[in-house]
């Protein structure tokens, strides 16, 4: 499985990015995607995830204002991001989850930066 994260960049504080994530290598509509982030000197955090049957789950600092969704033709996995703030800052990671192996696969992150 091999995933391609891209999106990130540089905005104001209450801008918007939009984040994907390219999946290869899986039966892709069956696992869950998910979106993580890591701010310097802090773990990795989930930001959301969608399950295989379009089930989300947002981490309670971003509800109301990032969306996550799937296309299964495209093998693609996004994070509309609305409302920035500044502690939004950080690394973000797409991941898969395997239906079948429960096993987690990492993309290489993304760098969004949310100035003030």
């Known amino acids: 499985v091999q995933l391609q994260a891209s999106g990130g960049g540089l905005v104001q504080a209450g801008g918007s990015l939009r984040l994907s994530c390219a999946a290869s290598g899986s039966t892709f509509n069956l696992n869950t995607m998910g979106w993580h982030h890591q701010a310097p000197g802090k773990e990795r955090e989930l930001v959301a995830e969608?399950?295989?049957?379009?089930?989300?789950t947002y981490a309670d600092s971003v509800k109301g204002r990032f969306i996550i969704s799937r296309d299964n033709v495209k093998r693609t996995a996004y994070l509309q991001m609305n409302s920035l703030k500044p502690e939004d800052t950080a690394v973000y990671y797409c991941?898969?989850?395997?239906?079948?192996?429960?096993?987690?696969?990492w993309g290489q992150g993304t760098q969004v930066t949310v100035s003030s």
């Open positions: 991941s898969l989850t395997s239906w079948f192996t429960k096993r987690d696969y």
């Open positions: 969608i399950s295989g049957s379009g089930t989300t």
